[in-house]
């Protein structure tokens, strides 16, 4: 038995391998925060250390001079003094227009080139742009 993915050309598949990644990613960004913003209790904050490492920090909270979260399921602590940059992932509505848009026309492009232009076989554009049959 065949999967039905697998029966797909192979640009179709790379197409649709490429519209999941854009789709996962096309619809968000990350706002920067101060600590004081963590007040709103964000769910899950990035937080990039003075050793340029990234780390998700789940249910963040500032206690005295400390960023206090869960990382892999585990409760740790940062020194404020270490963190350089707090970002939280939020919904991004440009970004997910433009997303859209281009599936449209990815999508349009993709019926002109299995349909056609749509004008019958013996209708071509001759010189000028005239419609002639059979030029």
Known sequence: MRLPLLSL???????RVGICLILTSACTTLRPL???DLGN???SVHVTLADHSTVVL????VIGD???GTVNGARQGFPLSQVTAIREREFDGVRTGVLIT????G???VFASEHGTGLP??????GNGILLSNC
């Open 9 to 15: 050309p192979v640009r179709a598949r790379l197409a």
């Open 58 to 61: 789940h249910t963040p909270q």
């Open 66 to 68: 400390t960023l206090v």
């Open 107 to 109: 999508g349009l492009a």
């Open 121 to 126: 076989p013996s209708t071509a554009r001759c």
């Open 34 to 36: 101060t600590p004081d």
């Open 102 to 105: 281009i599936a449209a026309m």
């Open 41 to 43: 209790k964000p769910e």
